[in-house]
């Protein structure tokens, strides 16, 4: 069974993504929102017509809406994304919050929400980080019981596309202690519930970020999604599809540079000659060139994975995230150096990419956390 | 249900019939039969298991019947290798520059007489091959070479040196990268030729490495006699065959880590052996974190392998990608040896007598021989050339 070739139907997805995203979202269409603040950081528009094509959609059952066209399709759309520097609430609102709501949620709760999310009415955001590192079973955020209902108290940071979402997806421990797998609960709370209280945080990606205050909200136990103390059992499969689809957006950004970067070298003259024939910097981006090879089978295995493909998820999505980080991080900064003067000008797009690499590399996990992760999953 | 699923059941139930439980253990490095009139065999399960494989054509399964091999499809000769790796049966026949690189140079560019001639002695394990390409002055620069062979009317005379020739010693034929044109530019006066080495004209000294053993020699050529009929491709055309052949050696040495016979423990293994855990992680948190690198990059290299694979449909690799895999899998090949000395500690480090077991004793002459797999069959920087100029399309 071929696993790593994309059918007919996910290459025409992934061709026609790639068409829309460079005729309508452009880098220079990031550039845009970014010089202009607009607040939160996406194109309203842009994401009606993102909704209209179904993207937001395509892991999730038609009966709530959606296509059903498994994370291969979703994981094609992030590539593309990333080649663009697409901002949108894509990836908080369908690859972290509608995911975890599919496989939590009562269905009551998947009625009322994921239809909307779908049409793009909806935002979700994902509160889960606590401290400057991507920790989740460090959780101390307190969901207090209160004769039917829970009072929540605490502080989320780093919440990606926070400022445009309608509902957050809180995680909270309802017992055992930091370091526990065990008491984690995670609530749907409306934004406008009296007690949260968010401020943007201003990210070197331009982006939508948040830091959310919760005092004393009190919320239902309608709001727990997922059953109590026992939310890991959904929120850590969430994590390890998300990872996954985040490095599938990072190969893109990766992908992008990369292939501006090897444009440059054939073009750009020094010393009378072409700087590509060098041979200093013809095997720096030959090695590149191969690291990113492994980039893309190793997201391609975990979005096959998803879909069903045999293979341990977690060490799938924890090799991806981790090498993804790394080659990101590599790529970028070769980019730079390789195109000289002009790299450091914010004129350059690959600024933009340099920057976006950063933040990408903290959502869900850096290096380190991945590699820890993979050296316990394997007994090490 | 896939029509592959059947065949693997087939192959399942032949495996476990006929390969004897003594084939079925890790090899050490003489315990493979090599094939040849100098090839011998570690026991006599081993000749057994060699001799029901060869009858099945499986000593090269996806060769063609009419040539000796199984007539197996890619995708059913993959599912044997997968099935054999799994029930941990030993190559029957160790996969040598025979099967790897001259055959499918014989069924690119061999006319039938040279097919009917070579490619069954191959599959059979009667004729070893050994490569002779690099000379003295002729290594990262190859198309440099020296070696003469004059045109007799019906056969050759060929005079001059190999070197880096792996495994000579034991080979009874070599092909040969020799100069017909000297005249001609670097790469258009080079053809290739067969050459039975059995002959007086024809002299092998091996070359101790720093792994202790002799796996490379040089080979000298004095009057030797090559007939007209073993010049494989066109004459002064031989740089055309050259090129395709190190595309076969390079996916060889991709695979080295799965074909060849190694130190039987993995890295984590090796680490669990030799360091403390506490609550199942390593205490040592830097060699841990370099384990984990490893690792990590290793099997994303294996993704990648089942990922070309895939995308191949044939079961061979787009030749543009053959340089990448050469590159990174030997420069992994390094990684792998310096970490397990790493981890080994002191005990990595026996190279003879009492005080470290077999195992132990193997690692670090695996460790010293891994140095020349960057450097033999195109360095890594040759095949970082390649990329930059096949892949990237970079201006020279």
């Given at each position: 069974m071929k696993h790593l070739v994309p059918s007919d139907e996910h290459i025409m997805l992934q061709d026609s993504a790639r068409q829309f995203l460079q005729a309508n979202c452009p880098v220079s269409a990031f550039r845009h929102l970014r010089d202009n603040s607009v607040s939160p950081c996406y194109s309203r528009q842009h994401w009606k017509q993102i909704c209209d094509l179904g993207w937001s959609g395509i892991i999730l059952p038609e009966e709530y809406g959606?296509?059903?066209?498994g994370y291969v399709g979703l994981g094609a759309i992030m590539k593309e994304s990333g080649r663009t520097l697409l901002a949108s609430p894509l990836f908080a609102s369908v690859c972290l919050g509608a995911q975890y709501l599919l496989r939590a949620g009562s269905d009551t709760q998947k009625r009322d929400i994921l239809p909307s999310v779908v049409c793009g009415d909806t935002c979700l955001a994902l509160a889960?980080?606590?401290?400057?590192?991507?920790?989740?079973?460090?959780t101390l955020f307190t969901a207090q019981p209160d004769g039917g209902n829970f009072v929540l108290n605490g502080t989320k940071t780093f919440v990606v596309d926070g400022q445009c979402a309608n509902y957050f997806l809180v995680v909270a421990r309802t017992s055992g202690k930091p370091g526990d797998a065990k008491g984690l609960s995670v609530f749907l709370v409306d934004i406008d519930r009296k007690g949260v209280e968010r401020k943007q945080l201003h990210l070197l990606d331009a982006r939508d970020y948040s830091s959310v205050d919760f005092d004393n909200v009190i919320v239902g136990e309608d709001d727990l999604v997922g059953s109590m103390n026992d939310a890991w059992r959904y929120l850590e499969p969430t994590l390890d599809a998300a990872r996954i689809l985040l490095a599938a957006e990072m190969l893109g950004g990766i992908c992008e540079c990369f292939e501006r970067t090897v444009e440059y070298l054939r073009d750009r003259e020094q010393f009378g000659v072409k700087i590509g024939s060098f041979q200093a910097l013809r095997h720096r981006a030959a090695h590149l060139f191969a690291e990113i090879e492994l980039c893309k089978a190793v997201v391609d295995t975990g979005l096959a994975a998803l879909d069903g493909a045999p293979g341990s998820i977690s060490v799938l999505a924890s090799l991806a995230k981790a090498r993804l980080n790394d080659i990101a991080l590599l790529a970028t900064n070769e980019a730079v150096q390789m195109h000289g003067g002009i790299g450091v000008t914010d004129e350059l797009d690959i600024g933009l990419f340099l920057k976006r690499a950063r933040v990408a590399i903290q959502i869900l996990g850096d290096s380190s956390y991945h590699r820890d992760r993979f050296g316990r999953l394997n007994g090490y | 249900m896939e029509p592959l699923d059947a065949f693997r059941r087939e192959v399942v139930a032949w495996l476990e019939d006929n390969?004897?439980?003594?084939?079925r253990e890790p090899a050490g490095p003489e315990e493979l039969y090599q094939g040849g009139s100098k090839g011998c065999f570690s026991s006599q399960d081993a000749r057994t298991w060699f001799e029901r494989m060869r009858e099945k054509g499986w000593t090269v399964p996806d060769w063609p019947r009419e040539y000796g091999g199984g007539g197996l499809s890619p995708g059913q000769a993959k599912v044997l290798k997968t099935e054999m790796k799994r029930l941990g049966c030993r190559p029957p026949l160790a996969t040598g520059q025979g099967i790897a690189m001259l055959g499918p140079a014989l069924f690119e560019y061999g006319s039938e007489q040279q097919k009917r001639e070579h490619l069954p002695r191959i599959a059979r394990g009667e004729v070893r091959w050994c490569q002779g390409y690099s000379e003295p002055g002729a290594g990262s620069d190859l198309a440099n070479i020296q070696c003469r062979a004059e045109d007799k009317g019906d056969h050759f005379v060929v005079n001059g040196t190999k070197l880096w020739t792996s495994n000579a010693d034991r080979a009874d034929w070599i092909f040969c990268l020799v100069r017909t044109d000297p005249k001609a530019a670097k790469q258009a006066g080079i053809s290739f030729l067969l050459i039975d080495m059995r002959q007086n004209g024809i002299e092998v000294r091996p070359i101790e490495l720093i792994s202790g053993e002799s796996d490379f020699c040089q080979v000298f050529f004095e009057n030797a006699r090559a007939e007209k009929?073993?010049?494989?491709?066109?004459l002064n055309r031989g740089w055309t065959v050259a090129k395709r052949l190190l595309q076969h050696e390079r996916t060889l040495m991709s695979q080295l880590s799965e074909i060849a016979v190694g130190p039987k423990f993995s890295p984590g293994e090796v680490a669990r052996r030799y360091l403390s855990l506490e609550n199942g992680v390593l205490t040592n948190s830097g060699l841990r974190e370099q384990l984990v690198r490893y690792e990590m990059d290793a099997m994303a290299l294996a993704l990648s392998n089942q990922k070309a694979f895939e995308e191949s449909g044939?079961?061979?690799?787009?030749p543009n990608s053959t340089s990448f895999f050469k590159y990174y899998a030997t420069e992994l090949d390094k990684r792998r040896g310096e970490l397990k000395l790493a981890l080994m500690g002191?005990?990595?480090?026996?190279?003879?007598?009492?005080?470290?077991d077999s195992d132990e004793l193997m690692e670090p002459r695996t460790w010293a021989f891994s140095k020349a797999l960057t450097i033999a069959g195109g360095s890594s920087e040759v095949q970082l050339n390649v990329i930059a100029k096949r892949v990237l399309d970079l201006p020279e």
């Amino acid at each position: 069974m071929k696993h790593l070739v994309p059918s007919d139907e996910h290459i025409m997805l992934q061709d026609s993504a790639r068409q829309f995203l460079q005729a309508n979202c452009p880098v220079s269409a990031f550039r845009h929102l970014r010089d202009n603040s607009v607040s939160p950081c996406y194109s309203r528009q842009h994401w009606k017509q993102i909704c209209d094509l179904g993207w937001s959609g395509i892991i999730l059952p038609e009966e709530y809406g959606g296509l059903d066209f498994g994370y291969v399709g979703l994981g094609a759309i992030m590539k593309e994304s990333g080649r663009t520097l697409l901002a949108s609430p894509l990836f908080a609102s369908v690859c972290l919050g509608a995911q975890y709501l599919l496989r939590a949620g009562s269905d009551t709760q998947k009625r009322d929400i994921l239809p909307s999310v779908v049409c793009g009415d909806t935002c979700l955001a994902l509160a889960i980080e606590e401290g400057p590192h991507h920790d989740p079973l460090a959780t101390l955020f307190t969901a207090q019981p209160d004769g039917g209902n829970f009072v929540l108290n605490g502080t989320k940071t780093f919440v990606v596309d926070g400022q445009c979402a309608n509902y957050f997806l809180v995680v909270a421990r309802t017992s055992g202690k930091p370091g526990d797998a065990k008491g984690l609960s995670v609530f749907l709370v409306d934004i406008d519930r009296k007690g949260v209280e968010r401020k943007q945080l201003h990210l070197l990606d331009a982006r939508d970020y948040s830091s959310v205050d919760f005092d004393n909200v009190i919320v239902g136990e309608d709001d727990l999604v997922g059953s109590m103390n026992d939310a890991w059992r959904y929120l850590e499969p969430t994590l390890d599809a998300a990872r996954i689809l985040l490095a599938a957006e990072m190969l893109g950004g990766i992908c992008e540079c990369f292939e501006r970067t090897v444009e440059y070298l054939r073009d750009r003259e020094q010393f009378g000659v072409k700087i590509g024939s060098f041979q200093a910097l013809r095997h720096r981006a030959a090695h590149l060139f191969a690291e990113i090879e492994l980039c893309k089978a190793v997201v391609d295995t975990g979005l096959a994975a998803l879909d069903g493909a045999p293979g341990s998820i977690s060490v799938l999505a924890s090799l991806a995230k981790a090498r993804l980080n790394d080659i990101a991080l590599l790529a970028t900064n070769e980019a730079v150096q390789m195109h000289g003067g002009i790299g450091v000008t914010d004129e350059l797009d690959i600024g933009l990419f340099l920057k976006r690499a950063r933040v990408a590399i903290q959502i869900l996990g850096d290096s380190s956390y991945h590699r820890d992760r993979f050296g316990r999953l394997n007994g090490y | 249900m896939e029509p592959l699923d059947a065949f693997r059941r087939e192959v399942v139930a032949w495996l476990e019939d006929n390969c004897p439980r003594s084939q079925r253990e890790p090899a050490g490095p003489e315990e493979l039969y090599q094939g040849g009139s100098k090839g011998c065999f570690s026991s006599q399960d081993a000749r057994t298991w060699f001799e029901r494989m060869r009858e099945k054509g499986w000593t090269v399964p996806d060769w063609p019947r009419e040539y000796g091999g199984g007539g197996l499809s890619p995708g059913q000769a993959k599912v044997l290798k997968t099935e054999m790796k799994r029930l941990g049966c030993r190559p029957p026949l160790a996969t040598g520059q025979g099967i790897a690189m001259l055959g499918p140079a014989l069924f690119e560019y061999g006319s039938e007489q040279q097919k009917r001639e070579h490619l069954p002695r191959i599959a059979r394990g009667e004729v070893r091959w050994c490569q002779g390409y690099s000379e003295p002055g002729a290594g990262s620069d190859l198309a440099n070479i020296q070696c003469r062979a004059e045109d007799k009317g019906d056969h050759f005379v060929v005079n001059g040196t190999k070197l880096w020739t792996s495994n000579a010693d034991r080979a009874d034929w070599i092909f040969c990268l020799v100069r017909t044109d000297p005249k001609a530019a670097k790469q258009a006066g080079i053809s290739f030729l067969l050459i039975d080495m059995r002959q007086n004209g024809i002299e092998v000294r091996p070359i101790e490495l720093i792994s202790g053993e002799s796996d490379f020699c040089q080979v000298f050529f004095e009057n030797a006699r090559a007939e007209k009929h073993n010049l494989l491709g066109d004459l002064n055309r031989g740089w055309t065959v050259a090129k395709r052949l190190l595309q076969h050696e390079r996916t060889l040495m991709s695979q080295l880590s799965e074909i060849a016979v190694g130190p039987k423990f993995s890295p984590g293994e090796v680490a669990r052996r030799y360091l403390s855990l506490e609550n199942g992680v390593l205490t040592n948190s830097g060699l841990r974190e370099q384990l984990v690198r490893y690792e990590m990059d290793a099997m994303a290299l294996a993704l990648s392998n089942q990922k070309a694979f895939e995308e191949s449909g044939q079961g061979r690799l787009d030749p543009n990608s053959t340089s990448f895999f050469k590159y990174y899998a030997t420069e992994l090949d390094k990684r792998r040896g310096e970490l397990k000395l790493a981890l080994m500690g002191t005990q990595g480090l026996g190279w003879s007598g009492p005080g470290f077991d077999s195992d132990e004793l193997m690692e670090p002459r695996t460790w010293a021989f891994s140095k020349a797999l960057t450097i033999a069959g195109g360095s890594s920087e040759v095949q970082l050339n390649v990329i930059a100029k096949r892949v990237l399309d970079l201006p020279e």
